[in-house]
C-alpha cells in the first residue's frame, strides 16, 4: 500500500494534512505525510474550557453507562485494527507486527475499563462512634490533559482515556509532534463510537496539535486537575514541578535504562529470543527496551557470540514489509544520539559490534541502522544514560548480590528481568532488596507488559502508574465520608465540647 493509500485507510483526508505549520514526515522514507495546522495557545485555553463543560455532564452519567462508550471505542478499535496499526507503524517506524500489537493494547484496555465501570469501589471503614458509618467514596476529577511521546503514539493515550472516561474525566489529548497523525485517525474511530453511544457530551476528547508549548499550557492550567504525561526524563522534569506548583495530579511515565540479569542456570535459547525482541523491537525506541544485559561469567562466552550472530542476520527496512524485524530510527537526531554514545563507549574502552548505518542509498532521507552490541568493562557514564536506539551494554558479573547492585545503579527505574532457573535467584530479584524497578520479571524480557498490571516506574522514571491493578484511582477523587445514624453526637477521640 501506498502512503497516501495508509493515509486515507485510516481516515485521514487531503484538507486535514494540507497547509499547515507542522511538518509530519515517516522516519521510513523521511518524505512529509502532511502538514498539519497548530493549535494556538488561546485554542487550547477554549479547548480547557469545554472540556470543563463536558466534564459537569459525563461526572453524572452512571460509570456503567460510561463504560458503554468505552466498550464501543474497543469495538471500532477491532473493525479499525488493521488500518490504525498501519497508520503507526508508517508514522513512528515501528514494524506492522508491533503496530498491530499498539493497537490490540488499546482494544485490551478499553476490555479492562468497561468491567471496571462497574468496579469503582471504595472501603467501608470501621467507625470508632456507635451508630456511624464511614466509607470512601470516589467521584470523577475533572479534564485529564494525556501528553505522549512519539513512540508509542496511540496505546498510552488508551491506557489513560480509556480509565479517564469510565472514571468521568474528559480527556484533552497532546500528542508528540513527530506522530500526531496517529492521534488525528484514533480521534476518528472515537467519534465512531460516539455516535453509536448517542448522548454523550460534546468535546469529551479533544486532540492537540502541536509542539511542546501546546503542551505547556495544559500543564500551567488550574482547571487540567490531572496530567498524564509520558516522554522523556527532561520533560518530565519540566511537567512535574509546573503541576504541582498549581497543587494538580501528575502522572509521569518517563525513560527507563532496563537491564536483565542472565543467571548460570538460565535457559539460554529462551534468554537469546527474549534479548533479541527487547533489544531491538521498535528499533530500540521502547521505554522498556532491553539496554543493558547482566550476563554471569561462567555463560558470556556461550551467550554473547550466539547473540552478535543473531544480530549480524537481523532484517532491517521497511518496517510495512512482512519479512523486516527492524525498521528504522525516528530521525537524524536519534542517529547522531547513536553516533554519540557509541564514540563514548569506544573512549571508555567498550568494544562495539554493529550499529553503523545501513540503507542509506535506498532512503537517504531515512536513518536505518544496524542494531549494536556494546561489550563494556564497567557501567560507565553513557551506560547509566538513556540512549534511545538500539544499542545493548553487554557486562559481566560474579556473584548476584553484584549483578543487581549494577543493576539498580541507574537513575531510571522503569523495567527489569532475570533469566534464571534457580527459585533462590528468581526470588531475591524479585524481594525487597532485587531489583528497583516498577516491573520485575522473571525468564521474560523487560518489554511488552500486559494490561492487567499496572505500568510504571521509580526514580527518574517518574512514579507514575496507567493501565491495570489499580490505576483507576489516579483519575478520581477519593472522599471519605462518615455517617451519624444515631441520636447522639459522640466527637471522635472522645473529645467533650458541652454547650
Ligand atoms: P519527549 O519528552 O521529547 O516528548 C514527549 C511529549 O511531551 C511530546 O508530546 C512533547 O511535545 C511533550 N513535551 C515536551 N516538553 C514538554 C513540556 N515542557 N510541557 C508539556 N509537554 C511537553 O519524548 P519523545 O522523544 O517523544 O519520546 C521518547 C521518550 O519517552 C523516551 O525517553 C522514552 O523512554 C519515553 N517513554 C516513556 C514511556 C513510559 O511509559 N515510561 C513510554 C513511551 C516513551
Same mark, same amino acid.
Given at each position: 500500500?501506498?502512503?497516501?493509500?495508509?493515509?486515507?485507510?485510516?481516515?485521514?483526508?487531503?484538507?486535514?494534512?494540507?497547509?499547515? @505549520?507542522?511538518?509530519?514526515?515517516?522516519?521510513?522514507?523521511?518524505?512529509?505525510?502532511?502538514?498539519?495546522?497548530?493549535?494556538?495557545?488561546?485554542?487550547?485555553?477554549?479547548?480547557?474550557? @469545554?472540556?470543563?463543560?463536558?466534564?459537569?455532564?459525563?461526572?453524572?452519567?452512571?460509570?456503567?453507562?460510561?463504560?458503554?462508550?468505552?466498550?464501543?471505542?474497543?469495538?471500532?478499535?477491532?473493525?479499525?485494527?488493521?488500518?490504525?496499526?498501519?497508520?503507526?507503524?508508517?508514522?513512528?517506524?515501528?514494524?506492522?507486527?508491533?503496530?498491530?500489537?499498539?493497537?490490540?493494547?488499546?482494544?485490551?484496555?478499553?476490555?479492562?475499563?468497561?468491567?471496571?465501570?462497574?468496579?469503582?469501589?471504595?472501603?467501608?471503614?470501621?467507625?470508632?462512634?456507635?451508630?456511624?458509618?464511614?466509607?470512601?467514596?470516589?467521584?470523577?476529577?475533572?479534564?485529564?490533559?494525556?501528553?505522549?511521546?512519539?513512540?508509542?503514539?496511540?496505546?498510552?493515550?488508551?491506557?489513560?482515556?480509556?480509565?479517564?472516561?469510565?472514571?468521568?474525566?474528559?480527556?484533552?489529548?497532546?500528542?508528540?509532534?513527530?506522530?500526531?497523525?496517529?492521534?488525528?485517525?484514533?480521534?476518528?474511530?472515537?467519534?465512531?463510537?460516539?455516535?453509536?453511544?448517542?448522548?454523550?457530551?460534546?468535546?469529551?476528547? +479533544?486532540?492537540?496539535?502541536?509542539?511542546?508549548?501546546?503542551?505547556?499550557?495544559? =500543564?500551567?492550567?488550574?482547571?487540567?486537575?490531572?496530567?498524564?504525561?509520558?516522554?522523556?526524563?527532561?520533560?518530565?522534569?519540566?511537567?512535574?514541578?509546573?503541576?504541582?506548583?498549581?497543587?494538580?495530579?501528575?502522572?509521569?511515565?518517563?525513560?527507563?535504562?532496563?537491564?536483565?540479569?542472565?543467571?548460570?542456570?538460565?535457559?539460554?535459547?529462551?534468554?537469546?529470543?527474549?534479548? =533479541?525482541?527487547?533489544?531491538?523491537?521498535?528499533?530500540?525506541?521502547?521505554?522498556?527496551?532491553?539496554?543493558?544485559?547482566?550476563?554471569?561469567?561462567?555463560?558470556?562466552?556461550?551467550?554473547?557470540?550466539?547473540?552478535?550472530?543473531?544480530?549480524?542476520?537481523?532484517?532491517?527496512?521497511?518496517?510495512?514489509?512482512?519479512?523486516?524485524? =527492524?525498521?528504522?530510527?525516528?530521525?537524524?537526531?536519534?542517529?547522531?544520539?547513536?553516533?554519540?554514545?557509541?564514540?563514548?563507549?569506544?573512549?571508555?574502552?567498550?568494544?562495539?559490534?554493529?550499529?553503523?548505518?545501513?540503507?542509506?542509498?535506498?532512503?537517504?532521507?531515512?536513518?536505518?541502522?544496524?542494531?549494536?552490541?556494546?561489550?563494556?568493562?564497567?557501567?560507565?557514564?553513557?551506560?547509566? +544514560?538513556?540512549?534511545?536506539?538500539?544499542?545493548?551494554?553487554?557486562? @559481566?558479573?560474579? +556473584?548476584?548480590?553484584?549483578?543487581?547492585?549494577?543493576?539498580?545503579?541507574?537513575?531510571?527505574?522503569?523495567?527489569?528481568?532475570?533469566?534464571?532457573?534457580?527459585?533462590?535467584?528468581?526470588?531475591?530479584?524479585?524481594?525487597?532488596?532485587?531489583?528497583?524497578?516498577?516491573?520485575?520479571?522473571?525468564?521474560?524480557?523487560?518489554?511488552?507488559?500486559?494490561?492487567?498490571?499496572?505500568?510504571?516506574?521509580? @526514580?527518574?522514571?517518574?512514579?507514575?502508574?496507567?493501565?491495570?491493578?489499580?490505576?483507576?484511582?489516579?483519575?478520581?477523587?477519593? +472522599?471519605?465520608?462518615?455517617?451519624?445514624?444515631?441520636?447522639?453526637?459522640?466527637?471522635?477521640?472522645?473529645?467533650?465540647?458541652?454547650?
Amino acid at each position: 500500500m501506498t502512503h497516501s493509500g495508509v493515509l486515507s485507510a485510516a481516515g485521514l483526508t487531503k484538507p486535514e494534512l494540507t497547509g499547515g @505549520k507542522l511538518a509530519v514526515h515517516t522516519p521510513v522514507d523521511g518524505s512529509a505525510l502532511g502538514h498539519l495546522h497548530v493549535h494556538s495557545n488561546s485554542d487550547v485555553q477554549k479547548m480547557i474550557t @469545554k472540556a470543563t463543560a463536558a466534564f459537569k455532564v459525563w461526572r453524572a452519567v452512571p460509570a456503567p453507562r460510561r463504560g458503554e462508550l468505552v466498550r464501543l471505542l474497543g469495538e471500532e478499535l477491532r473493525t479499525e485494527k488493521e488500518n490504525l496499526g498501519r497508520l503507526v507503524s508508517l508514522e513512528c517506524g515501528k514494524i506492522y507486527q508491533e503496530g498491530l500489537g499498539e493497537v490490540q493494547e488499546m482494544i485490551d484496555i478499553c476490555d479492562l475499563a468497561v468491567g471496571l465501570s462497574r468496579q469503582l469501589f471504595g472501603l467501608t471503614i470501621a467507625s470508632e462512634r456507635p451508630g456511624h458509618a464511614m466509607r470512601e467514596t470516589w467521584h470523577p476529577l475533572g479534564p485529564c490533559a494525556v501528553i505522549t511521546a512519539f513512540n508509542f503514539p496511540v496505546a498510552p493515550w488508551a491506557w489513560n482515556a480509556a480509565l479517564a472516561f469510565i472514571c468521568g474525566d474528559p480527556v484533552i489529548w497532546k500528542p508528540s509532534e513527530k506522530a500526531p497523525l496517529s492521534a488525528l485517525a484514533t480521534l476518528k474511530v472515537f467519534e465512531k463510537a460516539l455516535a453509536k453511544f448517542g448522548d454523550a457530551p460534546a468535546d469529551l476528547l +479533544q486532540v492537540v496539535v502541536g509542539e511542546r508549548d501546546t503542551g505547556e499550557v495544559l =500543564v500551567a492550567s488550574p482547571d487540567v486537575p490531572i496530567v498524564s504525561a509520558t516522554g522523556s526524563t527532561r520533560m518530565g522534569s519540566a511537567v512535574g514541578p509546573a503541576v504541582a506548583k498549581r497543587f494538580g495530579r501528575c502522572i509521569l511515565e518517563l525513560g527507563g535504562n532496563n537491564a536483565m540479569i542472565v543467571a548460570p542456570s538460565a535457559d539460554l535459547e529462551m534468554a537469546l529470543r527474549a534479548i =533479541v525482541f527487547s533489544a531491538v523491537g521498535t528499533c530500540g525506541q521502547r521505554c522498556t527496551s532491553l539496554r543493558r544485559l547482566i550476563v554471569h561469567e561462567d555463560i558470556y562466552d556461550q551467550l554473547i557470540p550466539r547473540l552478535k550472530n543473531a544480530y549480524e542476520t537481523l532484517s532491517i527496512g521497511d518496517p510495512l514489509d512482512a519479512n523486516v524485524l =527492524v525498521g528504522p530510527l525516528i530521525d537524524a537526531a536519534a542517529f547522531d544520539g547513536m553516533t554519540r554514545a557509541l564514540a563514548a563507549v569506544q573512549a571508555d574502552g567498550g568494544k562495539v559490534s554493529g550499529g553503523g548505518r545501513v540503507l542509506e542509498e535506498t532512503y537517504p532521507n531515512a536513518h536505518y541502522v544496524r542494531p549494536a552490541i556494546a561489550e563494556m568493562p564497567s557501567q560507565t557514564a553513557i551506560v547509566q +544514560q538513556e540512549t534511545f536506539a538500539p544499542i545493548l551494554y553487554v557486562m @559481566k558479573y560474579r +556473584q548476584l548480590d553484584d549483578a543487581i547492585a549494577l543493576h539498580n545503579d541507574v537513575p531510571q527505574g522503569l523495567s527489569s528481568c532475570i533469566f534464571s532457573t534457580d527459585v533462590r535467584e528468581a526470588e531475591t530479584f524479585l524481594s525487597a532488596v532485587g531489583s528497583d524497578c516498577g516491573i520485575a520479571n522473571v525468564n521474560i524480557g523487560p518489554s511488552g507488559a500486559e494490561i492487567g498490571g499496572a505500568f510504571g516506574g521509580e @526514580k527518574e522514571t517518574g512514579g507514575g502508574r496507567e493501565s491495570g491493578s489499580d490505576a483507576w484511582k489516579g483519575y478520581m477523587r477519593r +472522599q471519605t465520608n462518615t455517617v451519624n445514624y444515631s441520636r447522639d453526637l459522640p466527637l471522635a477521640q472522645g473529645i467533650k465540647f458541652e454547650i
